[in-house]
């Protein structure tokens, strides 16, 4: 399990590797609250006085956070930077405003300017992705692919999806996860001499299984998906077709990935990842499900929506739409081949060979069958570089200390790193993982991280 992306926080944060020159427990100074352009009494305030006077240890933690983020390069795939207007949104007053049922039907009184911010967010995302019906009211990915399931689903059908080792998420059927418990699953795979997704097998599978629904979309895949492939596979079987964007959402947004909507029943996404809007989820379809999603959603798997992330979701939309989106998304992928090249240069060997996406994971058996994936992970914590261990196809490790890492570029582009930057990054991964038991490799490395984190500040 430690390759799903909702494992792998708690795992990752060794702080020993606190550099000299830290600034850890103070606030940073480079948060100037003059520049943030809003009214002196706003509630919201990036100085966070009020809170520092209520609770000074969650201000404290909050602190430390933005100081870690600020020092520490985040490669954990799933992971960006939003921006200052997507936190300010998500830090607002609609926190206080319950807005069960949707724009222009709501079962409280008061919601109009919910109902503003949810219709932007809507139109938004259609604008973005293309789709006939968005419901942007998830909380998050994992709420909705289950309200998709639940749209379609009864207790017992058969889900047919990407096993977890293979790059899959906890949410298509984990036995961990309610999706594995309530329904049928069997899994497909990735070829295990090629790492591209198996899409032969897959139709085999689909053939002898007989699945209600194909899950495609996934956590660790760095190449580009083949929707149609997939869609043929559920065409043949008659089961509806599931493509969870959640990684790629802003990718696809931007066109520099296929997309599925329009191919695939529903589209699923979180927003946090590379559409860089905060955290939650959305789900795409068709006018024909539309009333099941919606229903699906509230009442049936949610309450009242989170406004205030539902109005982070519709300021993110609103940044992806800008024409410099679609730089930083080819520029996403760009930095990943770079980041590919170099570690492959280095003689670390990729799954699949490289990347289409915004992704690598690096299989360290070859080149360094004593160091699992667990153990690099921890190195390069202790040196400011912040990704995970993960699962390879045909894993031999345990899940828990598998023999991979997994590494993003949306964090690092979103802070303006280049090519150049990112064959830096690439070296000094490498380093750490050849020399992981290094106290002075781990030191020195640490130390140039904290250096190019102040050379591409994030909350300038
Ligand atoms: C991240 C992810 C999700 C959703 O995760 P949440 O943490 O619930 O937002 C769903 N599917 C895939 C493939 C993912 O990578």
Request: charged content about 25%; hydrophobic content about 35%; proline content about 5%.
């Given at each position: 399990m430690k390759s799903a992306d909702s494992m792998i926080g708690p795992m990752t944060g060794s702080m020993n590797g606190r550099m000299a020159g830290s600034m850890s427990g103070t606030y940073p100074s480079r948060v100037r609250t003059d520049r943030l352009n809003v009214p002196s009494n706003a509630t919201m305030r990036m100085d966070q006085e009020n809170l520092r006077a209520v609770d000074p240890a969650v201000a404290d933690a909050l602190a430390g956070e933005r100081t870690r983020q600020e020092e520490t390069l985040a490669m954990i795939a799933s992971e960006n930077h939003v921006s200052e207007a997507v936190l300010e949104a998500q830090g607002s007053v609609l926190t206080n405003k319950y807005a069960e049922g949707y724009p222009g039907a709501r079962y409280y009184a008061g919601c109009e300017y919910?109902?503003?911010?949810?219709?932007?967010?809507?139109?938004?995302?259609?604008?973005?992705?293309?789709?006939?019906?968005?419901?942007?009211?998830?909380?998050?990915?994992?709420?909705?692919?289950?309200?998709?399931?639940y749209s379609v689903l009864e207790p017992g059908d058969r889900i047919l999806s990407l096993d977890l080792n293979h790059g899959g998420h906890l949410s298509h059927g984990h036995p961990a996860n309610f999706t594995g418990q309530i329904y049928d699953v069997e899994q497909y795979e990735v070829d295990p001499e090629t790492g591209y997704i198996d899409y032969e097998g897959l139709r085999e599978t689909a053939e002898s299984f007989d699945p209600d629904i194909?899950?495609?979309?996934?956590?660790?895949?760095?190449?580009?998906?083949?929707?149609e492939a997939i869609q043929a596979a559920a065409d043949a079987v008659d089961a509806y077709h599931l493509a969870d964007i959640a990684h790629i959402t802003g990718l696809v947004a931007a066109g520099v990935h296929p997309s599925p909507v329009g191919v695939a029943d529903f589209v699923t996404g979180s927003t946090h990842k590379t559409i860089r809007a905060g955290r939650g989820g959305i789900v795409m379809c068709d006018e024909e499900f539309a009333d099941d999603v919606d229903k699906s959603v509230f009442p049936g798997g949610q309450g009242g929506p989170l406004m205030h992330n539902v109005a982070g979701k519709a300021v993110g939309f609103k940044e992806a739409l800008e024409p410099?989106?679609?730089?930083?998304?080819?520029?996403?992928?760009?930095?990943?081949?770079?980041?590919?090249e170099t570690l492959q240069g280095h003689g670390l060997s990729l799954v699949s060979g490289g990347t289409d996406n915004h992704l690598v994971l690096v299989d360290l058996r070859e080149s360094h069958p004593d160091l699992s994936g667990g153990d690099a992970e921890d190195a390069l914590a202790a040196a400011n570089v912040v990704l995970n261990?993960?699962?390879?196809?045909?894993?031999?490790?345990?899940?828990?200390?598998?023999?991979?890492?997994?590494?993003?570029?949306?964090?690092?582009?979103?802070?303006?790193?280049d090519a150049e930057a990112m064959?830096?990054?690439?070296?000094?991964?490498?380093?750490?993982?050849?020399?992981?038991?290094?106290?002075?490799?781990?030191?020195?490395v640490g130390e140039r991280v904290v250096e190019l984190c102040r050379e591409y500040p994030l909350y300038e």
């Amino acid at each position: 399990m430690k390759s799903a992306d909702s494992m792998i926080g708690p795992m990752t944060g060794s702080m020993n590797g606190r550099m000299a020159g830290s600034m850890s427990g103070t606030y940073p100074s480079r948060v100037r609250t003059d520049r943030l352009n809003v009214p002196s009494n706003a509630t919201m305030r990036m100085d966070q006085e009020n809170l520092r006077a209520v609770d000074p240890a969650v201000a404290d933690a909050l602190a430390g956070e933005r100081t870690r983020q600020e020092e520490t390069l985040a490669m954990i795939a799933s992971e960006n930077h939003v921006s200052e207007a997507v936190l300010e949104a998500q830090g607002s007053v609609l926190t206080n405003k319950y807005a069960e049922g949707y724009p222009g039907a709501r079962y409280y009184a008061g919601c109009e300017y919910a109902d503003e911010v949810e219709e932007l967010a809507i139109d938004r995302a259609k604008e973005l992705w293309g789709a006939e019906h968005v419901n942007v009211q998830p909380h998050s990915g994992t709420q909705a692919n289950q309200a998709v399931y639940y749209s379609v689903l009864e207790p017992g059908d058969r889900i047919l999806s990407l096993d977890l080792n293979h790059g899959g998420h906890l949410s298509h059927g984990h036995p961990a996860n309610f999706t594995g418990q309530i329904y049928d699953v069997e899994q497909y795979e990735v070829d295990p001499e090629t790492g591209y997704i198996d899409y032969e097998g897959l139709r085999e599978t689909a053939e002898s299984f007989d699945p209600d629904i194909i899950v495609s979309g996934y956590s660790a895949y760095p190449r580009t998906v083949d929707w149609e492939a997939i869609q043929a596979a559920a065409d043949a079987v008659d089961a509806y077709h599931l493509a969870d964007i959640a990684h790629i959402t802003g990718l696809v947004a931007a066109g520099v990935h296929p997309s599925p909507v329009g191919v695939a029943d529903f589209v699923t996404g979180s927003t946090h990842k590379t559409i860089r809007a905060g955290r939650g989820g959305i789900v795409m379809c068709d006018e024909e499900f539309a009333d099941d999603v919606d229903k699906s959603v509230f009442p049936g798997g949610q309450g009242g929506p989170l406004m205030h992330n539902v109005a982070g979701k519709a300021v993110g939309f609103k940044e992806a739409l800008e024409p410099e989106f679609e730089e930083y998304a080819q520029t996403v992928v760009d930095n990943a081949e770079t980041l590919a090249e170099t570690l492959q240069g280095h003689g670390l060997s990729l799954v699949s060979g490289g990347t289409d996406n915004h992704l690598v994971l690096v299989d360290l058996r070859e080149s360094h069958p004593d160091l699992s994936g667990g153990d690099a992970e921890d190195a390069l914590a202790a040196a400011n570089v912040v990704l995970n261990g993960n699962t390879v196809p045909d894993e031999t490790r345990s899940p828990f200390d598998p023999s991979g890492i997994r590494a993003g570029t949306a964090g690092l582009t979103t802070r303006g790193f280049d090519a150049e930057a990112m064959r830096e990054v690439g070296d000094l991964i490498h380093r750490v993982i050849d020399d992981a038991e290094s106290e002075d490799v781990i030191y020195e490395v640490g130390e140039r991280v904290v250096e190019l984190c102040r050379e591409y500040p994030l909350y300038e």
